[in-house]
């Protein structure tokens, strides 16, 4: 016989704060506030084996590390407070994992994008000399000035010359609208994530009409072991 206890019910629908989906898995689109510096922390899986008689062992794989980063929401409205509360009650605390963008602009767009592109060229900053790819920068958050999200694969990128780079995205799913460069609000990176914590704090400064708070902590463990 298996006993649960049963502390709140969810009467927010989760759907709703997840119109954008990359690869079947939800995109938060919550842009974090960064009027302060957002932590960023690499740690280490270590695990301590200890009967009490020996010295203890420590077993560290070396291939296990993750980094952990914490982003800040202050907002005010019940609608806002609201669509917080979904997102979390989704998450499940550390249960279920969610694209999560750094909001960041992290590429620059420095030529058009035309109608069924596979690629766009962006400002050199080093992606493909240092094999980005390979350590787990291959999606793109793109967000545009009129609100629009679109989502990328990177496949592939070259270096053009020294001021210019081309990334290769999605053959399957290509730009399906001509995009200028002025149109682009930014272009970020995202990972697969999931919260480092199982409870959350959320601070009604006066009430849930006013200020709220909140500040949670991704952990991202790589794309093999999400």
């Given at each position: 016989?298996?006993?649960?206890?049963?502390?709140?019910?969810?009467?927010?629908?989760?759907?709703?704060?997840?119109?954008?989906?990359?690869?079947?898995?939800?995109?938060?689109?919550?842009?974090?506030?960064?009027?302060?510096?957002?932590?960023?922390?690499?740690?280490?899986?270590?695990?301590?084996?200890d009967?009490?008689?020996?010295?203890?062992?420590?077993?560290?794989?070396?291939?296990?590390?993750?980094?952990?980063?914490?982003?800040?929401?202050?907002?005010?409205?019940l609608?806002?407070?609201?669509?917080?509360?979904?997102?979390?009650?989704?998450?499940?605390?550390r249960?279920?994992?969610?694209?999560?963008?750094?909001?960041?602009?992290?590429?620059?767009?420095?030529?058009?994008?035309?109608?069924?592109a596979?690629?766009?060229?962006?400002?050199n900053?080093?992606?493909?000399?240092?094999?980005?790819?390979?350590?787990?920068?291959?999606?793109?958050?793109?967000?545009?000035?009129?609100?629009?999200?679109?989502?990328?694969?990177?496949?592939?990128?070259?270096?053009?010359?020294?001021?210019?780079?081309?990334?290769?995205?999605?053959?399957?799913?290509?730009?399906?609208?001509?995009?200028?460069?002025?149109?682009?609000?930014?272009?970020?990176?995202?990972?697969?994530?999931?919260?480092?914590?199982?409870?959350?704090?959320?601070?009604?400064?006066?009430?849930?009409?006013?200020?709220?708070?909140?500040?949670?902590?991704?952990?991202?463990?790589?794309?093999?072991?999400?």
């Amino acid at each position: 016989t298996v006993r649960f206890t049963l502390e709140s019910n969810n009467k927010h629908a989760f759907e709703s704060v997840f119109p954008v989906m990359h690869n079947a898995v939800p995109v938060l689109t919550l842009r974090p506030d960064d009027s302060e510096d957002l932590t960023f922390t690499y740690r280490q899986q270590m695990q301590m084996v200890d009967n009490g008689l020996s010295v203890p062992y420590f077993i560290n794989p070396p291939d296990a590390t993750y980094h952990t980063e914490a982003y800040r929401w202050a907002f005010k409205g019940l609608v806002k407070n609201n669509d917080l509360r979904k997102y979390l009650y989704y998450l499940r605390g550390r249960n279920r994992a969610v694209w999560v963008p750094t909001f960041m602009d992290d590429f620059t767009l420095v030529a058009p994008i035309t109608n069924g592109a596979t690629s766009l060229t962006v400002r050199n900053v080093g992606y493909t000399l240092r094999g980005a790819r390979e350590l787990g920068r291959d999606a793109l958050f793109i967000q545009l000035l009129n609100g629009t999200i679109l989502t990328k694969s990177i496949v592939s990128s070259a270096v053009i010359d020294a001021n210019s780079e081309l990334i290769g995205v999605d053959l399957s799913a290509p730009f399906t609208a001509d995009i200028a460069v002025a149109d682009i609000r930014s272009i970020s990176f995202m990972a697969l994530g999931r919260l480092d914590q199982d409870g959350v704090e959320i601070e009604h400064v006066t009430d849930t009409e006013g200020l709220t708070k909140s500040v949670v902590v991704w952990r991202f463990p790589g794309p093999t072991a999400i």
